[in-house]
Nanobody, 124 residues
């Protein structure tokens, strides 16, 4: 199973970035998919998740209203649109495959395959 995250980079506060997660084969076609992030010196934390069919989503309070997770089932990709970025959003962002089909799970223990991470840096 290979998950490839891309789209990270440098943005100014208030700006936007769009991350994308692509999977090899049908790596996450039957499961929910999540995004996590790890800021320097901090533990990895949940950001957002989307259900297998894309009809349910779940967000961390810190990003609710600013980030949107979506998936293209035909293309086997999951995107994270990040708007109104803040310096505290600076982190390495990881996509991950859930063990479950719904988006309610947000613990790392509920995800069993991870991408390599993409760095997002937000300047003030």
């Amino acid at each position: 199973v290979q998950l490839q995250a891309s789209g990270g980079g440098l943005a100014q506060a208030g700006g936007s970035l769009r991350l994308s997660c692509a999977a090899s084969g049908r790596a996450f076609s039957n499961t929910a998919v999540g995004w996590f992030r790890q800021a320097p010196g901090k533990e990895r934390e949940f950001v957002a998740a989307i259900s297998r069919r894309g009809d349910n989503t779940n967000y961390a309070d810190a990003v609710k209203g600013r980030f949107t997770i979506s998936r293209d089932i035909a293309k086997n990709t999951v995107d994270l649109q990040m708007n109104s970025l803040k310096p505290e959003d600076t982190a390495v962002y990881y996509c991950a495959r859930s063990l479950y089909s719904d988006s309610d799970y947000y613990s790392e223990a509920h995800f069993n395959a991870w991408g390599q991470g993409t760095l997002v840096t937000v300047s003030s």
